[in-house]
T-cell receptor, first 111, second 113 residues
Framework: GAGVSQSPSNKVTEKGKDVELRCDPI?????LYWYRQSLGQGLEFLIY????????KSGLPSDRFSAERTGGSVSTLTIQRTQQEDSAVYLC?????????FGQGTRLTVV | GNSVTQMEGPVTLSEEAFLTINCTYTATGYPSLFWYVQYPGEGLQLLLK?????DKGSNKGFEATYRKETTSFHLEKGSVQVSDSAVYFC????????????FGTGTRLAVRP
């Protein structure tokens, strides 16, 4: 979507490997979110950033998941020791005053 | 906590049929309500929104009215087209919940010519 670039668009990784997913938003939005969309499921909230801090990381499913944001801009979501159940589309969004703008997502497949 | 419940799909309609996708929510106070749409192969995009009770959001022939009394935000369209085939997500957002969007599970709509 306009204003949010995610990379890579597709990632296939072997079980047990670590992966990093990147979100590069346009400047000027302090709020940034990560969501996960699993096959046949809705969108699951993972973590929310306000600037560089994460006041709500309640959606991270396990301690294998972590995220950071630097310079109030780029964010990376890291998954360590990937498992097959981590396969999903990972979406990044930036927050406007009343709505959120989503990137195209990274499709992660763990084989 | 906040939650959104929407009707399960898939919904299959013929072109020009009337569409209703039900959505109800649970939240305290007055959240903002949204419908997002995900067309095949594309990212999630906002379809319409309503920020206070009795507001009607509308876009591309779709409408939804914020009903506080029934905690609902049902999506309607009078005459669907094949190009409306997509997955539709109802969502709410509340400032006190850190501004995050809480989504329903999505409803897949397929429109036959």
């Amino acid at each position: 979507g306009a204003g949010v670039s995610q990379s890579p668009s597709n990632k296939v990784t072997e079980k047990g490997k670590d992966v990093e997913l990147r979100c590069d938003p346009i400047s000027g939005h302090t709020a940034l979110y990560w969501y996960r969309q699993s096959l046949g499921q809705g969108l699951e909230f993972l973590i929310y950033f306000q600037g560089n801090s994460a006041p709500d990381k309640s959606g991270l499913p396990s301690d294998r998941f972590s995220a950071e944001r630097t310079g109030g801009s780029v964010s990376t979501l890291t998954i360590q020791r990937t498992q097959q159940e981590d396969s999903a589309v990972y979406l990044c969004a930036i927050g406007g005053n009343t709505e959120a703008f989503f990137g195209q997502g990274t499709r992660l497949t763990v084989v | 906590g906040n939650s959104v419940t929407q009707m399960e799909g898939p919904v299959t309609l013929s072109e020009e049929a009337f569409l209703t996708i039900n959505c109800t929510y649970t939240a305290t106070g007055y959240p903002s309500l949204f419908w997002y749409v995900q067309y095949p192969g594309e990212g999630l995009q906002l379809l319409l929104k309503a920020t206070k009770a009795d507001d009607k959001g509308s876009n591309k022939g779709f409408e939804a009215t914020y009903r506080k009394e029934t905690t609902s935000f049902h999506l309607e369209k009078g005459s669907v087209q094949v190009s409306d085939s997509a997955v539709y997500f109802c969502a709410l957002r509340k400032k006190s919940s850190g501004d995050k969007l809480t989504f329903g599970t999505g409803t897949r709509l397929a429109v036959r010519p």
